[in-house]
């Protein structure tokens, strides 16, 4: 059975222990279940909170959905349930640099079971800027999985003003499950900070034809448009962001929080790169000529970036 709500908007105004103050947007909700289940839009608690509107959660500012009931209560069931809002910033100077996730399991009975939060992040754009797995763990305390950098905590590459959120909760008892095997899920927390977008750091420069393979910018070398720029992690193994180089041949990759980060940059197909490091920082290439690749850049958060 499918079953799907809307919830409307919401403004949340900063407190003394918030992490900032946001407005939340288009927050809908889908359930699809199986079999023996707890609907979450069924679930009493949920109607209580406000006339049925998220509440808040501090120290964080975020969303708040408590006192409700979802998951599958016998073998061979399961049930979906598919969060989706947009937050943005009510500053324009400010930026969400951090999320923060929690999820209450409350019952956990026999074995077979899964429950599973997984947490998606788009930017504007609608590009996946992160997503953090939560797995149940065998003591009905959930285990976190996924690159974070703490317990139920995750920080994006960068600042941003506005995101879309999904948050999807699976639970299930596997057919072959004793009988009375269960598992439920009763609160879901989303919590956000931001920062001054005036604190954060960036990464840009440009990309230019150099006419004599010298290796340096020299006086009339022109940039080229439209290159392809990646800033990726360190080991080149996810990639951040991706931008292309304006008509001048500059790119900038801004609000950045502090990491160590590498610059790639796709060759376009009638061009070659030319030798690294001939020069001064001011006017030599930093990408490899083999690979494309900068070295690692650390970035701290700067004081007063311009």
Known sequence: MTKSATFG???????????????????TVTEDGVGSYNSFLDSPGL?????????????????????????ALAPGSSTTVTFNYNVTTTDAAKGINELQQSFTVDTQ??????????????????NVVGRITVNLGATG?????????????????????????????????????????????????????????????????FVWADANNNGVQDSGEAGIAG????????????TYMTTTTDSTGKYEFANLNAGNYVVEFVKPSDYVFTGA??????????????TGRSGVITLAACLACP
């Open 227 to 238: 290159v392809t720029v990646k800033l990726t992690n360190a080991s080149g193994s996810q």
């Open 277 to 290: 490091g001939q020069g001064t920082t001011t006017n030599d290439s930093d990408a490899n000529a083999t």
């Open 109 to 126: 009975i026999g074995s077979g079971l899964t429950m599973q939060a997984v947490e998606t992040i788009y930017d504007q754009d609608n």
């Open 47 to 71: 109607t209580l909170a406000s006339g049925g509107i998220p509440t808040f959660l501090s120290p964080y500012a975020g969303l708040r959905w408590s006192s409700f009931g979802s998951g």
């Open 141 to 205: 305390v959930p285990n976190v999985g996924g690159v974070l950098p703490g317990a139920n905590d995750f920080q994006p590459v960068a600042a941003y003003s506005s995101l879309r959120v999904e948050v999807t909760l699976t639970a299930s008892v596997a057919a072959d499950a004793p009988v009375g095997s269960a598992v439920n899920i009763s609160i879901l927390n989303n919590g956000f900070r931001q920062t001054t977008l005036a604190t954060q750091a960036k990464i840009g420069d």
């Open 9 to 27: 908007d919401r403004l949340n105004v900063s407190s003394v222990n918030s992490g900032g103050s946001f407005n939340f947007t288009g927050i």
